[in-house]
């Protein structure tokens, strides 16, 4: 279900300098998919429960965007899945693959699969419909020990 980026094997670090990957993911190419897509982003919290508590072990960090037909046509009805949805994914992919972590931290990071299907905005945002790429930020040493710790209820 997720595609996992550790900040030790990244495809951007072992790429070489003229990898498309790197040329297509310099920050002026970014803000262009930036606008075209107007993305944004919105994090929440990433929770488990064990022992019957619910204990946060991470952060979910989302990024959203519209597909480039639909800012350009403006009234126009967007469909789920429809031509388009894909290589918005992919462009808000090369957001997410520029701004994970190059060096090893205590954390743990999974882009999540494209799921084929619009969501629906808050209304701040116009209620738009949006492709949505999520990240899992988890944190690998601070989540296993809290949960040890609520097992065992020291």
């Known amino acids: 279900m997720f ?10 670090e072992d790429a070489s300098l003229n990898s498309p990957m790197n040329l297509a993911s310099t920050p002026g190419r970014l803000l262009e998919i ?3 897509h107007q993305v944004c982003y919105e994090v929440w919290p990433e929770r ?17 965007g ?15 899945g429809c031509e388009y949805c894909p290589s918005t994914y992919e462009d ?3 957001i997410a693959e520029w701004i994970l972590p ?24 116009h209620s738009r419909s949006e492709v949505v790429l999520t990240i899992h930020i988890l944190h690998r040493a ?11 209820g020291a």
Do not use: W
């Open 48 to 64: 488990s429960v064990a022992a019957g508590r619910n204990i946060q072990i991470g952060f979910e960090l989302q990024l959203c």
């Open 92 to 94: 808000l992919r090369k």
């Open 34 to 36: 930036v606008e075209k």
């Open 3 to 12: 595609s996992e980026s550790h900040s030790t094997g990244r495809v951007q």
């Open 102 to 125: 190059r060096d090893e931290r205590p954390s743990r990071y999974e882009i999540g699969a494209f799921d084929r299907s619009l969501h629906v905005a808050p209304h701040s945002r």
């Open 66 to 80: 519209t597909n480039s037909h639909i800012a350009a046509a403006g009234d126009h009805q967007s469909v789920p």
């Open 142 to 152: 601070t989540s296993i020990a809290t949960l040890m710790t609520v097992r065992t």
